[in-house]
């Protein structure tokens, strides 16, 4: 009798062992399948996303035109070696030391001050240094000074007036040649920190995050089974019969009703 319970054990281990590889789950598989049902949520949610976009898209352009200030920047220029100087060697490697020198300038008070009191302007000196900007590109001898402001004449008004106090400070106080105005500020027509285009794209970019993100997040939560594919998916289960729904049962009964009371009243 043992032999003879071995030999009958014996082969359902086997025939388990053989079934062992094809019962394994597949995680690759089951990653690409849901990969693929997520699109396919996906592209059955795009009326949901369409109008999330559309929303944000409006409510950027209306943000970015409503509660956005708007400043104006207008930017002046001066050249660094007075054109009464004879321009040779010596005067260019002398520009090139001085750069430092006449960017410096642009902080001292007393400039600041001149020309908060030439323009009657209400800002103080560190808000009026704070919206101004002073550069110089490698290589040349002229400085751009650039001023920003929600109003556009004034943007234009202070950068050429900064250009004017430079040159004159330069010249009384560092004893050298009064630098030259090259290009005076004109008064700008667009702001630069607002683009309708830049918000719009923006919003767009964020409706589509926030849609594909939710429809993502409802796909993830949902652990309902709904086919008899999800059974066997899920649950490794064979489906050997589907049992219709209580609510499809009632609708059918009440259309096999309906028939039969039309076919009594004919």
């Not at 220029?77 to 490697?93: A, C, H, K, M, P």
Request: charge should be neutral; include cysteine.
């Amino acid at each position: 009798m043992a032999e003879h319970e071995s030999r009958t054990v014996q082969p359902k281990q086997a025939h388990l062992s053989q079934l062992a590889p094809d019962t394994a789950p597949h995680y690759d598989q089951e990653m690409q399948i849901d990969l693929v049902e997520l699109l396919y949520r996906l592209l059955a949610s795009w009326k949901m996303i369409a109008c999330i976009v559309l929303v944000c898209m409006i409510v950027a352009a209306f943000y970015a035109t409503s509660y956005v200030t708007p400043l104006y920047k207008a930017t002046s220029t001066i050249y660094v070696i007075g054109r009464d100087s004879g321009i040779n060697l010596s005067d260019l490697q002398l520009g090139n030391n001085m750069m430092n020198d006449y960017m410096k300038v642009f902080d001292m008070w007393e400039v600041h001050d001149e020309v908060i009191k030439n323009l009657k302007l209400r800002y103080s000196y560190t808000a009026i240094r704070r919206n101004l900007s002073v550069s110089n590109s490698t290589g040349t001898h002229i400085l751009e000074i650039t001023f920003s402001s929600p109003d556009p004449q004034e943007a234009a008004a202070v950068a050429n007036e900064y250009a004017n106090v430079v040159s004159n400070y330069i010249s009384d106080t560092m004893r050298m040649d009064k630098p030259s105005v090259m290009s005076v500020a004109l008064v700008p027509t667009n702001p630069y920190n607002i683009s309708l285009t830049r918000s719009v794209a923006m919003g767009f970019l964020l409706g589509l995050l926030i849609s594909c993100a939710i429809v993502a997040l409802r796909y993830i939560l949902d652990d309902k089974i709904k086919t008899a594919e999800d059974v066997r998916k899920y649950a490794g289960l064979v489906n050997l019969a589907i049992v219709p729904m209580e609510e499809s049962l009632k609708k059918s009964h009440g259309s096999g009703s309906q028939k039969k009371r039309g076919g009594n009243k004919q």
